[in-house]
Nanobody
Framework: QVQLQESDPGLVKPSQTLSLTCTVS??????????WSWIRQPPGKGLEWIGF???????YYSPSLKSRTSISRDTSKNQFTLQPSSVTPEDTAVYYC??????????WGQGTQDTVPS
């Protein structure tokens, strides 16, 4: 069982780039067939899948966010990072990182709140 921990986003203003890092312990992000996702939940709304990075470093994104989202990794630190650019107040959400099995997240971080001021 792995543990995942999201970083604190700090203060991000509109039009800036948000940067969130997920630190993984208890397992390697390069383990074969492990996928690592970012998911968010805006206030009063359901969960929204953002994208994932695979054990080999390939990335896949939600079509609605693909144009301004990047997911990368640092295998030496066993971390993966989410960077949506040009944020707006609509990007306000609790952001989660997770490990997937198949298409479903099965192990989650505790989540981190990001609020983009209007």
């Amino acid at each position: 069982q792995v543990q995942l921990q999201e970083s604190d986003p700090g203060l991000v203003k509109p039009s800036q780039t948000l940067s969130l890092t997920c630190t993984v312990s208890g397992g390697s992000i390069t383990t074969n067939y492990y996928y690592w996702s970012w998911i968010r939940q805006p206030p009063g709304k359901g969960l929204e899948w953002i994208g994932f990075i695979t054990y080999s470093g390939s990335t896949y994104y939600s079509p609605s966010l693909k144009s301004r989202t990047s997911i990368s990794r640092d295998t030496s630190k066993n971390q993966f990072t989410l960077q949506p650019s040009s944020v707006t107040p609509e990007d306000t959400a609790v952001y989660y990182c997770a490990r997937d099995e198949g298409t479903a997240p099965v192990e989650w971080g505790q989540g981190t709140q990001d609020t983009v001021p209007s």
